[in-house]
């Protein structure tokens, strides 16, 4: 059984270019979760979603950064316009089902490199 | 709102030694914690987690987190470092109605010498 897979492992893109990253959750598994972790930090929560619907986008920033969940498909995370702050690592996890005891599995990353 | 604070940045080991890693949260209510470790290279992986219940946990590859509400601390222990523990390690907080919404600290680079 396949882990969370996220790809590419590494992105780089010039300022002004659009980022895809994407995230294909473990088998079964409804509910993704998006985290960014930017130097020196800890991971900060950026999107919960389900199949097809948006549950928690708190953390998302308000401009130019998006995410989906489509029916078919990996989950988007989609940032346009990158800036050099937009440069991190950005982490998918997934679990099975809604309830605060699921164990959350972790992709192994994006690392988007803005220049 | 909710906070996770670990104070050692860098912390280096000896095979063998004892290791605790500290971890301070802030949080209103009796929080979810977690303890986290990443490889290299590598997703991020649960090493243990307190809801409630008994304050020491128990989690994989030996090691253990005890959960200290008066001092707002949930330290991760082992008694004998092996060098494939050299890794990163993440405390977490969540809220029971957050689900998997979690605060990370800043993580503890572990180093083991051999």
């Known amino acids: 059984n396949a882990g969370v897979m996220q790809n590419p492992r590494h992105l780089v893109r010039r300022r002004g270019q659009e980022a895809r990253l994407r995230c294909s959750p473990m088998?079964?598994?409804?509910?993704v979760y998006w985290y960014r972790q930017l130097p020196e930090e800890g991971l900060k929560f950026m999107v919960y979603?389900?199949?097809?619907?948006?549950?928690?986008e708190s953390g998302m920033p308000k401009e130019r950064f998006s995410a989906e969940f489509p029916k078919e498909g990996p989950s988007i995370l989609r940032i346009q316009q990158v800036v050099r702050g937009d440069s991190a690592a950005y982490f998918c996890?997934?679990?099975?089902?809604?309830?605060?005891?699921?164990?959350?599995?972790f992709g192994s990353g994006t690392q988007l490199s803005v220049l | 709102a909710q906070s996770v604070t670990q104070p050692d940045i860098h912390i280096t080991v000896s095979e063998g030694a004892s290791l605790e890693l500290r971890c301070n949260y802030s949080y209103g209510a009796t929080p979810y914690l977690f303890w986290y470790v990443q490889s290299p290279g590598q997703g991020l992986q649960l090493l243990l987690k307190?809801?409630?219940?008994?304050?020491l946990v128990q989690g994989i590859k030996g090691f253990e987190a005890e959960f200290k509400r008066s001092q707002s601390s949930f330290n991760l222990r082992k008694p004998s470092v092996h060098w494939s523990d050299a890794a990163e390690y993440f405390c977490?907080?969540?809220?029971?109605?957050?689900?998997?919404?979690?605060?990370f600290g800043t993580g503890t680079q572990l180093k083991v010498e051999l």
């Open positions: 307190y809801f409630s219940g008994d304050t």
């Open positions: 996890a997934s679990h099975s089902k809604a309830g605060s005891n699921e164990k959350l599995f």
């Open positions: 979603l389900q199949k097809e619907n948006i549950i928690d």
């Open positions: 088998k079964g598994h409804s509910h």
């Open positions: 977490a907080v969540g809220d029971k109605g957050g689900g998997n919404k979690l605060t």
